[in-house]
């Protein structure tokens, strides 16, 4: 179940059980790997481990699909953006040319839709990594694990904070919305012409910077009230110890770290197209 004011979701397994400092690092450490490579074999690889950790973190479908679904799209925007803009620019990657049908009076070549397929699949093998961070991390743990490491805890608790804040702007994005909607603002499909629905979106934008500045100012006269900054150091209620679990999970990720290093640079290096 989804904490209130949170995107934690709390539950028992392995993941939920690492450090939030570990889980930061191993979401570095794979975007790292993943940006290492133009290789669709490399990234279908992380996908389906990532698919697999998640499972493992017990983290249904639907408690993630919002952001699954952002995801998609925007892979999928910008997929055809890079087709319509540069539709020849994978060939000049490989300096090998295979048409299809001419856009805009330029054509398309196999090695771009193979080169925005494997871009795609770049982005989606980051989701499942940034899943699990987001959604096992508990925002109040998170900022005494970056404490801990050496960050300063006025960072810390900014971090806390701005994890905690996400889920009210969002609600805030929907009571707007909705009220707008009574007074007869059009947003959904069917209602109106989509530039007059887009346009419809800037009767959201002022309310929602606005609600959002004061509660920044609510929560900034809060902590100064409690001396908040005052002192070098604090102590944290949620802090933990590194556990075994921890140990492993940093042993492995360096063992990933470089197993990645060592096949960019003698086997999987530069663009892969197979025909």
Not at 13 to 28: A, N, Q, T
Not at 210 to 221: F, M, Q
Not at 260 to 273: A, V
């Given at each position: 179940m989804t904490t209130i004011g949170t995107l934690y979701i709390d539950k028992k397994?392995?993941?939920?059980?690492?450090?939030?400092?570990?889980?930061?690092?191993?979401?570095?450490?794979?975007?790292?790997?993943?940006?290492?490579?133009?290789d669709i074999r490399v990234f279908i690889v992380l996908i389906l481990g990532g698919t697999l950790l998640i499972r493992v973190a017990n983290i249904k479908f639907k408690e993630v699909k919002p952001l699954i679904m952002f995801l998609l799209v925007f892979t999928l925007f910008n997929s055809i953006f890079l087709i319509l803009i540069t539709p020849t620019y994978g060939s000049k990657l490989i300096?090998?040319?295979t048409p299809i049908f001419n856009i805009l009076g330029k054509p398309l070549t196999y090695e771009t839709l193979w080169f925005s397929i494997t871009l795609s699949l770049k982005y989606l093998s980051i989701l499942p990594i940034t899943i699990i961070f987001i959604f096992t991390t508990h925002p109040s743990r998170f900022a005494s694990s970056l404490?801990?490491?050496?960050?300063?805890?006025k960072i810390s608790y900014a971090v806390n904070i701005a994890l905690r804040y996400i889920p009210d702007v969002r609600d805030d994005f929907i009571n707007i919305m909705h009220t707008q909607e009574a007074r007869g603002v059009a947003f959904r499909k069917g209602e109106d012409k989509f530039i007059n629905r887009f346009k419809n979106y800037n009767t959201i934008l002022i309310p929602?910077?606005?609600?959002?500045?004061?509660?920044?100012?609510?929560?900034?006269?809060?902590?100064?009230?409690?001396g908040f900054g005052s002192e070098?150091?604090?102590?944290?209620?949620?802090?933990?110890?590194?556990?075994?679990?921890?140990?492993?999970?940093?042993?492995?990720?360096?063992?990933?770290?470089?197993?990645?290093?060592?096949?960019?640079?003698?086997?999987?290096?530069?663009?892969?197209?197979?025909f």
């Open positions: 397994s392995p993941i939920h059980s690492l450090d939030g400092s570990i889980k930061l690092l191993m979401l570095l450490v794979w975007t790292a790997v993943a940006f290492m490579f133009m300096d090998h040319y404490n801990k490491i050496g960050i300063s805890y929602l910077v606005l609600s959002s500045l004061n509660r920044v100012e609510v929560v900034s006269n809060a902590m100064n009230l409690r070098k150091t604090r102590s944290w209620y949620n802090g933990k110890k590194y556990d075994k679990f921890d140990f492993l999970a940093i042993i492995l990720l360096f063992i990933g770290a470089i197993a990645g290093i060592f096949i960019n640079k003698f086997y999987l290096n530069g663009f892969w197209y197979p």
